[in-house]
């Protein structure tokens, strides 16, 4: 009788990953049982998971939703900071481009909408809330500021893609109030182009006011907010009151159609159809005006 080595053990029955089978891997995926190599694993609340399991609990579990039915999203404003941006370049454009070739072409009056005098060009309606003032640095610098506080607060709370729909949506609505409260053109008057993001900023109050009574908060400091800034609206010149008021009224629409759509699977269907609800009131009404125009 002879005793010789014990033979190794077949390399076949040497665990390997999955994803690179020329790696052994004795560590084993808590929820489907599989080898993990160590770039594989991923800590768990027990032991690890491969990271197939991972991405599939990702892919299997609802994404987190804000208390207006947003998409949750941890960190910064993005869309606040890119509003933001935006404005900021652009005012940094106002400067650079040649014989104020940026004012004159994104720039909105009610001079657009009467054909007798020019042609109506909806998109300043829209363009216009990202320029500013050349000669008052500090209507930038208040509008983003304000922007800057507001968006901290409302976009958190009703989500990225709702918050960017009720700015521009106030952004428009300040536009429309101008074209609805201001006196028709008359030849000779001098023009003035209506620019800033004032309109989109009121809107936020109004919102931020609805979103205040909807979840049972307190809602006095922004009423005096308001009301002081609408107050130096009719004060001070050049300072167009009319798109306040028209994005305040816009802001607190789309708020409202936020807020109090009904709970369930169609909510989100529901608040679309209360945002686009507002851009037609706001289409119509720009019409209306320009037939009695």
Not at 55 to 64: F, G, I, L, M, V
Not at 172 to 182: D, I, N
Not at 202 to 231: C, E, P
Request: glycine share 10%.
């Amino acid at each position: 009788m002879s005793y010789g080595i014990p033979a190794a053990e077949p390399s076949a029955q040497i665990p390997v990953c999955p994803r690179h089978p020329d790696r052994p891997s004795y560590v084993r995926c808590q929820r489907c049982g599989r080898p993990a190599c160590p770039e594989c694993q991923r800590a768990a609340a027990v032991g690890f998971q491969c990271i197939d399991c991972v991405n599939e609990t990702k892919r299997t579990t609802p994404a987190a939703r804000t208390v207006y039915g947003g998409t949750a999203v941890a960190g910064r404003p993005l869309v606040t900071f890119g509003i933001i941006a935006a404005c900021a370049l652009v005012f940094v454009l106002q400067w650079i481009v040649p014989n104020d070739g940026i004012y004159q072409n994104f720039a909105f009056a009610t001079v657009y909408a009467t054909p007798e005098y020019g042609v109506f060009e909806p998109w300043r309606m829209l363009t216009s809330a990202f320029l500013h003032s050349q000669g008052f640095i500090l209507h930038i610098v208040l509008n983003m500021y304000m922007l800057w506080m507001f968006g901290q607060a409302l976009e958190p709370l009703l989500g990225r893609i709702r918050f960017l729909a009720l700015y521009l949506l106030s952004a428009v609505g300040g536009s429309v109030g101008y074209l609805v409260l201001t006196p028709t053109y008359t030849p000779g008057q001098p023009l003035a182009g209506v620019v800033g993001a004032s309109g989109a900023i009121f809107g936020l109050f109004g919102a931020m006011l609805v979103v205040q009574r909807h979840r049972g908060g307190d809602t006095k400091q922004l009423w005096v907010l308001i009301a002081i800034n609408g107050v130096i609206g009719f004060i001070v010149p050049q300072i167009a009151w009319q798109a306040h008021l028209g994005g305040l009224v816009t802001g607190a629409a789309c708020a409202a159609a936020i807020a109090y759509a009904p709970r369930g699977p169609q909510r989100r269907l529901w608040q679309s159809a209360g945002l686009v609800l507002v851009l037609a009131l706001l289409a119509g009404a720009t019409w209306l005006r320009m037939a009695g125009a």
